[in-house]
T-cell receptor, first 115, second 112 residues
Framework: GAVVSQHPSWVICKSGTSVKIECRSL??????MFWYRQFPKQSLMLMAT?????????EQGVEKDKFLINHASLTLSTLTVTSAHPEDSSFYIC???????????FGPGTRLTVL | DQQVKQNSPSLSVQEGRISILNCDYT??????FLWYKKYPAEGPTFLIS?????DKNEDGRFTVFLNKSAKHLSLHIVPSQPGDSAVYFC???????????FGGGTRLMVKP
């Protein structure tokens, strides 16, 4: 089955620094990838849609200058959390649609802790 | 390798009948399981969850069954309604509130 990987799986950083998270589709091409943030009580918020060859589409309330998204190729999207603050600490999960009846393949997630 | 799998990409059910969505997992450390419903261009919406200490959890029309020995869970929707048509994802975690591992989803179509 299709696999999506994320790197790193966890990261700890100091407040004010930037952190880059990679999302890769390993055995299929993804012109679109989604970035989610997992909140307590398992709610999952769609942050943005990453589009290969064009700008990302951000959901309302998500700061595009803080959460930089670059869809560098058909298999790679990156999310950079700039000037991270402790309140940015969370799980960040990416996914890529498989093109098959609305299915998506989710990455394993990245745990970000900002000190 | 995928630790959570939904082997049926799609399911079509008549309105009023039961919808059964299946999910298998391989990681025996998973002890918390969830189902999400997703519409296009939106994030998944949490539906129902179950802890591994239970084998059944019910919430209105939705019931989740967990078979730990088979590493299998299922979501039953009774009666199915056209508004239930969406993609359903199962997810699992080691401990409630920890990182989720998702299945690939099953598209449910409920026909009037």
């Amino acid at each position: 089955g299709a696999v999506v990987s994320q790197h790193p799986s966890w990261v700890i950083c100091k407040s004010g620094t930037s952190v880059k998270i990679e999302c890769r589709s390993l055995d299929f091409q993804a012109t679109t990838m989604f970035w989610y943030r997992q909140f307590p009580k398992q709610s999952l918020m769609l942050m943005a849609t990453s589009n290969e060859g064009s700008k990302a589409t951000y959901e309302q309330g998500v700061e595009k200058d803080k959460f930089l998204i670059n869809h560098a190729s058909l298999t790679l999207s990156t999310l950079t959390v700039t000037s991270a603050h402790p309140e940015d600490s969370s799980f960040y999960i990416c996914s890529a649609p498989s093109g098959d009846r609305g299915r998506e393949f989710f990455g394993p997630g990245t745990r970000l802790t900002v000190l | 390798d995928q630790q959570v799998k939904q082997n049926s990409p799609s399911l079509s059910v008549q309105e009023g009948r039961i919808s059964i969505l299946n999910c298998d997992y391989t990681n025996s450390m998973f002890d918390y399981f969830l189902w999400y419903k997703k519409y296009p261009a939106e994030g998944p919406t949490f539906l129902i969850s179950i802890s591994s200490i239970k084998d059944k959890n019910e919430d209105g029309r939705f019931t989740v069954f967990l078979n730990k020995s088979a590493k299998h869970l299922s979501l039953h929707i009774v009666p199915s309604q056209p508004g239930d048509s969406a993609v359903y994802f199962c997810a699992a975690s080691v401990g409630a509130g920890n990182m989720l591992t998702f299945g690939g989803g099953t598209r449910l179509m409920v026909k009037p």
